[in-house]
């Protein structure tokens, strides 16, 4: 059948089983969206404030449903303005296919209007980037595309698609989509058998996981498998609902802002078994002191990632769900309880820190919201206290249902991300926690909200200053408070009305009660304002450069 260029790539869409479109339209992509137009009965499209909230929306989509997010933009500033989307998913591993217009074949290369050279400037910052200059090549990039953000490691791809093949004519076929397939190109039987006997060798194992636990499907295998060899559980930031909150030898977070049990596991561990984690230095510290009386074991699909900050004793490279299949099957169930019975006592003398400082102390205005919230309900940060009071307070107990900004620290992801979750999951509610200064930077998103009816409740955690940044100045910067008092007079529940939702301001726990109920009720997106004190710090915390386990437990005021 012959197609313009503009409709193969919607017949592409279809065809990948993409219903949902996040983007803004213009000049060099009125091709795409007229053929969208011919097509809105199959694809739906959530028009953004900005192209960076949907970019991010089509990052929280692809993190909360497991299939790619998709974002159109035009060429020039729509295009630039999809860059920290992109960033943010690429350092989290999130397939996103991002679809850019470009000028024409005849005026590429001479600066005309609007013409940027997307292509190089995300090359670095996606899984692999496209430019199409002619439309016979635009359903076979297509397909690539959507494969190469899947496979193995997922992670964005952008296409560049000229206006010209955009509008001309040729030829589609439709193709059933390639089957994507766990990566184990690499894994080896020997790397296994190695595995295996390190295991079974072992008498106080831990477990490390990070967001390879959630973008393979492997929450389940990993619980299996902790039990079957006694080990406790840590998780990064990003794994936060591969083991259950409520998993009995959950230790918690490592690292910055990991729990004292994490810690004390991993310092007396004799073999460590990294899955699906990247090592970051938020997690190691001072790299040339982690865990130095324990063998490590990292199991994970990308080889990029072995020894890369850690030198492991052993490593398996291969699809995370697959590895710990084979293995839960091969090693030796361990029966002595000696270990997770201490990991018990652990728990029991070092319960989680909060300050109680404040009105509304972070932790119980956390928990306040999460007692009103079934598993299934979707949170989604945005980046500073708020979202690390989030990861330590807020029980995750279910995959995808934990999204935040890790790698990059993408302040103003969180409007759009909560979009992009409750577009994906109509059926879930979506919260926001954000702070003050993130929320600011992406705020006009709460009218894509307001426009699609979405019954998201945003909570600002509001302390009136960049309290992150502000308690590195507190505890490292002799107290010089520059430029983190922000004093910005904004009347939240006229910003929420203004925009055709509901706002709430709180002041105390009792306010914040109430509110909430009667949030609760309403349809809608919601905006709840809790005013918290400036000097409540994210407690416990590894200053830069301190061993993992060099925990300060406070800072004075």
């Not at 053929?35 to 991010?56: C, F, K, N, P, T």
């Not at 989307?85 to 690429?90: F, P």
């Not at 024409?104 to 496209?130: R, W």
Request: aromatic share 8%.
């Amino acid at each position: 059948m012959i197609k313009t260029g503009a409709q193969i790539v919607m017949e592409c869409l279809i065809e990948q089983g993409v219903d949902t479109v996040f983007g803004y339209p213009g000049g060099t992509v009125i091709d795409l969206y007229d053929a969208l137009y011919e097509y809105s009965d199959r694809l739906d499209h959530v028009i953004s404030a900005h192209e960076q909230g949907a970019a991010h929306a089509a990052d929280g989509y692809a993190r909360s449903t497991g299939k790619p997010g998709v974002v159109f933009a035009t060429s020039g500033p729509g295009a630039t303005n999809l860059v920290t989307g992109l960033a943010t998913a690429y350092m989290d591993s999130v397939p996103v296919v991002a679809i850019t217009g470009n000028v024409n074949i005849n005026n590429l290369g001479t600066d005309a209007f609007q013409e940027i050279d997307i292509y190089g400037v995300t090359f670095p910052i996606t899984k692999y980037s496209f430019i199409v200059k002619d439309q016979k090549d635009i359903a076979d990039t297509i397909r690539r595309a959507f494969y190469i953000a899947q496979e193995g490691r997922p992670g964005p791809v952008l296409v560049d698609i000229l206006k010209n093949a955009q509008a001309g004519k040729t030829e589609f076929e439709p193709k059933v989509p390639r089957e994507i397939m766990p990566k184990n190109n690499r894994l080896k039987v020997d790397d296994i058998e190695e595995a295996t006997s390190m295991i079974n060798e072992s008498k106080k194992p831990v477990i490390f996981a990070g967001g390879g636990v959630i973008a393979s499907n492997a929450s389940e295998a990993l619980v299996r498998f902790a039990d079957r060899i006694g080990a406790p559980v840590s998780l990064s930031m990003m794994g936060l609902g591969g083991c259950p909150a409520d998993y009995p030898y959950f230790t918690g977070m490592l690292g910055m802002h990991g729990t004292k049990v994490s810690s004390n596991a991993v310092t007396n561990c004799d073999l460590l078994i990294v899955a699906g984690a990247r090592m970051s230095e938020r997690v190691t510290g001072n790299a040339k002191t982690f865990a130095t009386h324990a063998k490590i074991l990292h199991i994970d699909v990308d080889p990029a990632e072995i020894n890369k900050v850690i030198p492991s004793t052993k490593s398996v490279t291969g699809d995370l769900k697959t590895v710990l299949g084979i293995l839960e099957k091969k090693v030796e169930q361990k029966t002595d309880e000696t270990w997770r019975n201490q990991i018990l006592e652990w728990k029991k003398e070092y319960p989680p820190v909060a300050e109680n400082i404040g009105e509304i102390p972070p932790y119980r205005l956390i928990k306040a919201v999460e007692k009103r919230m079934d598993e299934d309900t979707v949170i989604v940060t945005d980046v500073g206290q708020h979202q690390i009071w989030t990861a330590q307070y807020y029980s995750i107990k279910k995959p995808r249902t934990f999204i935040s900004s890790g790698g990059l620290g993408t302040m103003g992801f969180g409007m759009g991300a909560a979009i992009g979750a409750q577009k994906g999951n109509p059926g879930k509610k979506v919260v926001l926690f954000t702070g003050d200064g993130s929320f600011q930077m992406n705020c006009n998103e709460f009218v894509t909200a307001v426009m699609q009816k979405m019954n998201i409740l945003v909570v600002v955690v509001n302390n009136g200053v960049l309290g992150m940044v502000r308690q590195w100045q507190k505890l490292m910067y002799n107290r010089h408070y520059s430029q983190t008092t922000l004093e910005r007079k904004i009347d939240y529940v006229k910003f929420a009305e203004a925009f055709g939702g509901r706002g709430f301001n709180v002041n105390t726990m009792e306010e914040l009660e109430t509110a909430l109920d009667e949030a609760m009720q309403t349809e809608g997106p919601v905006i709840l304002n809790a005013n918290i004190d400036m000097d409540v710090n994210v407690l416990p915390m590894v200053p830069p450069g301190n061993k993992y386990n060099q925990q300060i437990f406070k800072i004075e005021v």
